[in-house]
């Protein structure tokens, strides 16, 4: 710093650079006041570089380092700039306006300088925190001379961290606490101590001063030890952590490389007892094909070790190869002169037991196609079993006699893998199965057409509904070419009803058998008290289990009973009738018909017509001849119901009518619209027949519900999806159009047209 105005300076030594040229006499240009003049401690120039230097040429003139000048008044130092706050006036807040240095100037050349600007200033910057930033200053100017960083560093914020902790940031696990150190001793004081860890040695050590103006030099070495320090602890923390981690891998490996050891001695043991059973069974198979009369009960024992020894190894080790392998050429022998028609079983019920040493997995095995190749026992299977069942099938077996064939194929199903149990139904046993269904003719075959197709069923599951489409085909057309003076009725013909819908099937009887038996039961038979042929009335009722309990009712309602009533008539009307052979024959119809067929409402209607005939006769006496006719025309069921209540009114106890609807009447599972119109027609005693004829817009079936078999009277309609479109006529203009009705609606005008 400059010195006071008016103190004499120190003489200061000249540098070497002045040193050099005092070999010249100096000459003084300056009075011998030039002594007082303070002198400046600025340098001009390198002093040492080549090129011009001012001190060296201004200490030759003379000048001794004090103001420049004749007086040593003028300005040394370059002028001083005073910064001003952005947007503020001259002198804004009490800022001074003249510089530190300028200050010195004054002073220098002997002004005077008012101490009010200073002090003004300082009692307004009282109280704002001047103190603080001079601080802060030279803890800025000391740490520049310590450091060489521009920017002023952050204050680290002090954090005590214990090795423990250290360990526990870098990620690795922390040891027991001072598990390797051993015996710790504090030596700090003058009494040395043990402690019991280094946290509880350290936890009274005292906090280094936060003032940052104390010792410069020493905070910034002690800095820098503690940054060194904490690096290497992070080091060896990292180092420590994969030290941990790798001796976890190691112990992992230690004790899955202790597995595999332990492992591969259980597998060595395995493969000890597998080596045994191999030789044996190489042993027994070299003796099977030298001795022709050794059969496979040679080999029963060792496949019942492997099953139970090495049922798990079997295809580890390929077990089931080796043993197919000794089997083949007994196996060879024997299917060779293997008949499978006469002996299904053959050799089926031993390679069963042997199931899981072999690895015969049958339909359980997967497809062909997932597979690269054949297992040996279906390999086997495919070179030698399969061309003795396929020239059986193709040669041997005659189709009208299944069950040889389903006896094999049903004891050899559970050892034959999927594919080849395809080939032989797909391939052999389908095929043939359909061209007998399908050339199969009632009056030339052999067997009926169910004894040929039924027992296959639990075998071929859905395979054979093609093959069932075409039986149904050809049970349509062996009803459609009956004729009454054919058999009663076709040879197991019932059997076949599960198989059809029940719509179909009350239809099919309704448009194919019902109008033959109609007018077979109308020609054929008479009512002969004399000679009665009751031939033509056992061939209609031989149908009763087939068709339907309505239509049955109301085939005897409108064809044997207009028939019966009309010679009941006749015969009572005679003179000097016998009345008690009158009732004896009475009483023999009524007990001749079967109790279901007794129970009908339409046969319970005929039997009643004629009682209250003969009742009316008695009572009429010698007058009878003028006993009116029986009314023929057939009772609907709300009649029959009516006159069976009326004759029963004074009895406790009312007969029940039976319904119309019997066991075979139970809906069938493939529900369409149709059928729910055709059960409705069949709760009202209605039948829906066929007209073999199409709607000429739609191309549907046209139908017709009516009450008689005949089927003249009724509604005619036609079902799209599930709207009923229902025929009316105009008899005048003599048009008909259709339109769309409701069931409830059908009915009623199937009731209302007679």
Known sequence: MPASFGAVPTPVEPSDAFAKKEKKPKRSFL???????????????????????????????????????????????????????EKAGIAFGGRKERTKQAKEEAKRRGEEVSSDEDERAARRNKGRGDKKKEKKEQAVELRQAWTTREKKPRKPKIQHRTYEQIIEEAGGEVPSTDAGVGQIIDARSKEMKEVASLASALAHHAVPTSDSTRLPELRHNLRLIADNSKQTLDALAKEGAGIFERRRWLQREYDESRRRREKEAVDLAQLKVVLSLVRELEAVGKSALSNTAMGLEAFEPLAVRIQQESDADIEKFGLDEALVGAL?????????????????????????????ALRALGGASAPAESRAIMLPFEALLWHLWMPRIRSALNNDWKVHHPRAAVAVLTAWRPLLPRY????????????????????????????????????WLPLLGERIDETMSEARRRIRALLKSWRPKDEAVPQHLER?????PKSEWDSMFLTQIVPKLASYLGSRFSVNPRAQDMAPLEKILAWRELLRRSVLSRLLEGEFFPKWLTTLHAWLVQPGVDLGEVAKWYSFWKGWFPSEVAALPGVEAGFRKGIALINQAVEMGEDRRGLSKPDLTPLSRSSVRDAVSASHRSSSKTPAIPSSSGAGDAEDDSVSFRSIVEDRAAELDLLVLSLNRSHAQTGLPLLRVSESLDGKSGATFYVQEDIVWVEEKDKEKGTSEWIPVGVEELMKRARMKR
């Open 31 to 85: 009075p011998s006041a030039a002594s007082s003049v303070p002198k400046t401690s600025i340098k001009f120039g390198g002093g040492l570089g080549g090129g011009f230097n001012p001190a060296a040429y201004l200490a030759s003139m003379g000048w001794t380092g004090g103001g420049l000048g004749e007086n040593g008044e003028g300005m040394l130092n370059p002028i001083e700039v005073q910064l001003r706050p």
């Open 328 to 356: 083949t050429p007994p196996m060879k022998r024997l299917l060779a002169d293997w008949d499978p028609l006469q002996d299904a079983d053959g050799i089926s019920a031993t390679l069963h037991r042997w199931r899981r």
């Open 496 to 500: 076949w009803k599960e198989f059809f």
């Open 420 to 455: 080849i149990w395809d080939n032989v139904l797909d391939q052999i046993l389908l095929p043939k199965v359909w061209k007998a269904v399908h050339d199969w003719e009632p009056r030339t075959a052999r067997a009926p057409l169910h004894y040929i197709l039924f027992p």
